[in-house]
């Protein structure tokens, strides 16, 4: 059965860092391609970052870009992502998907083309 488990949520104070992890079972991460996306209340989910099956194309949402990072752990069947520069605004309950399918360019950022998600994770940027 595939499962996709967050952790890594928290409060944190606005400049802190936070690492999320996603970490895979009964499927191997380096055949799928994984995005973060985040979801605030009264918001839609919305495309974080994402990274290819190789490893080798990323991509960023313009308003983390230069701040946040994901990463993968083959050995750990893990997704990283790393979050600097943390700001009220990036408070929300960050999720990981997978997708088996072929994603072109910056639609790995869109929630309509994963099917397999994580429960979430909750951040939480304040003072």
């Known amino acids: 059965q595939l499962q996709l488990v967050e952790s890594g949520g928290g409060l944190v104070q606005p400049g802190g860092s936070l690492r999320l992890s996603c970490r895979a079972s009964g499927f191997t991460l380096d055949s799928y391609t994984i995005g973060w996306f985040r979801q605030a209340p009264g918001k839609e989910r919305e495309g974080v970052t994402c990274?290819?099956?190789?490893?080798?194309?990323?991509n960023y949402a313009d308003s983390v870009k230069g701040r946040f990072t994901i990463s993968r752990d083959k050995a750990e069947n893990t997704v990283y992502l790393q979050m600097n520069s943390l700001k009220p605004e990036d408070t929300a309950v960050y999720y990981c998907a997978a997708s088996k399918r072929i994603i072109l360019f910056r639609a790995c950022l869109f929630p309509r083309n994963y099917d397999d998600w994580g429960q979430g994770t909750q951040v939480t940027v304040s003072s």
């Open positions: 990274i290819s099956n190789s490893g080798g194309i990323i």
